[in-house]
């Protein structure tokens, strides 16, 4: 079955920019998603087909998907952005996540 | 605006089956391009997908869980069920339904609040 690759943690200090890093065999030939999750609440997409951003998600994330690798990047990253992340592909019309990233901002 | 609530029990036995139901408004599941999907998350884990079902009823299901679940739709009420059997005290965690916005690349937008099931006897 596919599989997704996450770093367990990433940290950033406020207003630097944080990278977030999904492996997947051949996922550059594929479009990834990311979805953030604060504690206690569900989860909410923030970046679809690769890059794009749905409507309310503030410019500065941003993402990119080549290879092997999908990015999720945050620039000028606030304290309120920490967070999980999860990336997302489709793979054989079955859904895959990531396991997931923990967003230290500190 | 669109939104998902998920309902069901709290608390299922094991070997029970479990039903939840996805009450949804702001779109149609009987619209081409709309799908729901369920996703869990045990208690301090990352994101499990589990099935989705389709406009069109071509269901896709997770091939770990496949025997153990079906999907049905009521359009009607606006409604998609999800059904598991066979529950066991690892099922334990938050179940999710999210519209699936199928296009080339699909993805999980919105999501519902998500409601906790524990497996326990």
């Known amino acids: 079955s596919y599989e997704l690759t996450q770093p367990p943690s990433v940290s950033v200090s406020p207003g630097q920019t944080a990278s977030i890093t999904c492996s997947g065999d051949?996922?550059?030939?594929?479009?990834a998603s990311w979805y953030q999750q604060r504690p206690g609440q569900s989860p909410v997409l923030v970046i679809y087909q690769d890059n794009r951003r749905p409507s309310g998600i503030p410019e500065r994330f941003s993402g990119s998907n080549s290879g092997n690798t999908a990015t999720l990047t945050i620039s000028g990253t606030q304290t309120w952005d920490e967070a999980d992340y999860y990336c997302?592909?489709?793979?054989?019309?079955?859904?895959?996540f990531g396991g997931g990233t923990k967003l230290t901002v500190l | 605006q669109i939104t998902l609530r998920e309902s069901g029990p709290t608390l299922v036995k094991p070997t029970q089956t479990l039903t939840l139901t996805c009450t949804f408004s702001g779109f149609s599941l009987s619209t081409s391009g709309v799908g729901v999907g369920w996703i869990r998350q045990p208690p301090g884990q990352g994101l499990e997908w589990l099935a989705v079902i389709y406009w069109n009823d071509k269901n896709r299901y997770s091939p770990s869980l496949k025997s153990r679940l079906t999907l049905t739709k009521d359009t009607s009420k606006n409604q998609a069920i999800f059904t598991m059997t066979d529950m066991d005290p690892v099922d334990t965690a938050t179940y999710y339904c999210a519209r699936v916005v199928t296009s080339t690349g699909n993805w999980f937008d919105p999501w519902g609040q998500g409601t906790l099931v524990t497996v326990s006897s």
């Open positions: 051949k996922l550059g030939n594929i479009y």
């Open positions: 997302q592909a489709w793979d054989s019309m079955t859904a895959v």
